[in-house]
């Protein structure tokens, strides 16, 4: 399970990455695998506002139709629409198929740094 | 297998319908359609083969085991069909006068007297065309409760997390905010997450009892004292009914308003998509806002369906309940009970339970260390059980479980039956742990192969179009 050093996560398996004040949001090595083969993923528009703690859109796999849940409140000011067409990136590649990115970050969910997480997992 | 167009040759046809005997009506020039449309040219031989070929493809109840857990698919008794076959329910038409159907009339009215009685309720509607309709039917009453005493503020409804998936739809449908709690690890209420979000806001509860687990929630009084001291209602979703029928009542647990899905439990087939039927009953300070109906009209009532709904399922359930009557149905339940708790001890000591305790009319197993050690997932799984002509148990549901089977063998089949289907299932485990290859690549000896699922939700090609 790769869950690298330098990230954020959160509970409900987001993976967040601050940029200039910018939060950079995907889902982790370990949701992807539970998930079993993403095939759809439903994206919040440019400008919508995003909750801490709250979904902000759903990735539908042949198990499944899950929450994404944003760690941070903000504006999403970039979402990456290259996973309409491309689904399969949250599969093969968790940690560079970002979803969403969020500016004016104004709160945060309690975050769990890489070893806290690992054991989370370990935990389910 | 090809298709039906993909058999079609130009030219051919049968003769099935007799020569037209009246004058040709034209349609007005501007509804007439230019291109004839790309129907299938086939012959009768043809055509009666490719539906043969299309059942021998299918595993239906009738086939075989089919423990398609939270569907109930228990077999349907052939004396259902021969009632609903009757010439006096089949023929009648929707718009025929009341004096001319007070046969069917009365066949609703003693459907609902029976079904009342067993699940305790008041007033009943058969209007709804299945469950989440039904659902959606007995939320709005809910709604339209709260609205006529002026309770503007309840907007909320409270669903726990195991619920069906239909629960939350049906309330979001209804304009209701849905508030989701985490259910406590036996998957029953959390009391504690239910104080936690009761409140002047809230509209009401949906659960099913016994739960998506397939366990009977002791707290149910209390839950639903609760829920009621904080001025909501509570929703019974007959999903489990088949566990408690004729034994104990919704009504009795405190329940205001429930659905029951006469497809699943009062024998109707119901795979390949219906028709099923709904029943919602209340109690008797909701029937004011029950829709209308061939049993009840008046003013400011209104229809969720046109006619009297699915009517000939209500001829089904009806002879079901008739031909089982008041010692029958309680035993039907009781022998469900008795076939899952059977089924799971059989299993137990392969596949593990994901709850080890007495179950109701269904349980699930948990796969999930099963698959650490082998890679074998609860898919190949399923998919292995085919092989042996058993029809696989729902996956990956409830959601709280990872790698979640669940069965529910229901109370037609037979000790022979559950000894084989655990023998199967013990088959399955031994080779899973030698041979995990097997399993990933199964089914092996079915009609259809294992399909690609994660290309045909990719890119799903859902119509024929002309090569």
Redesign the interface.
């Known amino acids: 399970m790769n869950i690298p050093a330098e990230l954020k996560y959160t509970k409900s398996h987001e993976w967040v990455r601050m940029e200039d004040g910018v939060a950079v949001i995907g889902i982790t090595d370990y949701a992807q695998d ?1 998930l079993g ?1 993403v ?2 993923v439903n994206l919040p528009q440019q400008g919508d506002d995003a909750a801490a703690g709250e979904a902000f859109g759903d990735v ?1 796999s ?3 139709v899950s929450d994404l849940v944003s760690p941070v409140s903000g504006t999403v000011c970039a979402v990456n629409e290259e996973l309409v067409d491309a ?2 990136l949250l599969n093969s590649d968790p940690y560079g198929a970002w979803i969403i990115k969020v500016e004016n970050v104004a709160d945060t969910e309690e975050l769990l740094d890489a070893e806290a997480y690992a054991a989370h997992c370990e935990a ?1 | 297998m090809k298709l039906i167009f993909e058999k079609s040759v130009p030219g051919r046809h049968c003769s099935l319908l007799p020569k037209c005997d009246v004058p040709d009506a034209a349609l007005p020039e501007a509804l007439v359609r230019q291109t004839a449309p790309a129907l299938p040219e086939l012959s009768e031989v043809d055509l009666s083969r490719h539906y043969t070929e299309l059942n021998q493809r299918v595993h239906g109840v009738n086939c075989g085991f089919y423990p398609l857990g939270s569907c109930t698919m228990k077999y349907n008794p052939r004396v259902d069909e021969d009632m609903a076959a009757l010439p006096g329910f089949a023929g009648v038409h929707p718009l025929a006068p009341k004096d001319a159907v007070q046969g069917c009339l009365s066949v609703l009215d003693t459907a609902k007297t029976y079904l009342c009685e067993i699940t305790g309720m008041d007033g009943m509607t058969f209007q709804p065309a299945a469950g989440a309709h039904g659902e959606f039917t007995g939320v709005l009453l809910i709604k339209q409760y709260h609205r006529k005493r002026g309770d503007f503020k309840r907007t909320k409804i409270i669903v726990p997390d195991s619920a069906h998936g239909t629960n939350p739809a049906t309330a979001a449908m209804c304009g209701f905010e849905v508030v989701n709690i985490p259910s406590a690890p036996d998957g029953c209420v959390d009391l504690e997450a239910l104080k936690a979000v009761l409140g002047d806001d809230t509209a009401g509860l949906m659960l099913t009892n016994p739960n998506t687990v397939g366990i009977f929630d002791e707290n149910i009084l209390e839950i639903t004292r609760l829920v009621h001291e904080a001025g909501g209602l509570c929703y019974y979703d007959g999903a489990n009914l088949n566990a408690v029928m004729g034994v104990v009542r919704p009504g009795d647990m405190g329940f205001d308003c429930i659905h029951m899905n006469l497809h699943k439990t009062f024998a109707t087939p119901h795979g390949g998509g219906g028709p099923g039927a709904c029943a919602v009953g209340c109690k008797a300070f909701l029937e004011e806002f029950l829709p209308a109906s061939a049993l009840m009209q008046g003013e400011g009532r209104l229809q969720v369906r046109s006619f009297m709904g699915n009517f000939l399922v209500v001829v089904r359930a009806l002879t079901y309940l008739l031909t089982l009557g008041r010692d029958g149905i309680p035993e039907a339940a009781q022998n469900a009970v008795l076939n899952a708790n059977y089924l799971m001890r059989r299993i137990q000591g392969t596949f593990e339970p994901a709850f080890d305790r007495v179950c109701m009319h269904e349980f699930v197993l948990d796969l999930s260390e099963y698959k650490k050690e082998t890679g074998v997932s609860a ?1 190949d799984v399923a998919k292995a059980l085919i092989d042996y002509g058993m029809h696989p148990p729902t ?2 549901f409830p ?1 709280i479980v ?1 790698e979640a089977l669940m069965l529910e063998p229901t109370e037609t089949e037979s000790k022979e039956t559950l000894d084989w289907a655990a023998d199967v299932f013990r088959e399955v485990y031994a080779r899973g742990k030698t041979d995990p290859d097997y399993l990933h690549g199964a089914p092996h000896h079915a009609q259809i192969g294992r399909p690609d ?2 290309r045909a ?2 890119n799903p090609v859902v119509r024929w179009t002309k090569p």
Do not use: N, Q, T
């Open positions: 539970a083969d095939v759809f539908e042949v198990k499944a689904p399969e389910e | 898919l996956m990956y959601m990872h699922e994660v939700s990719r």
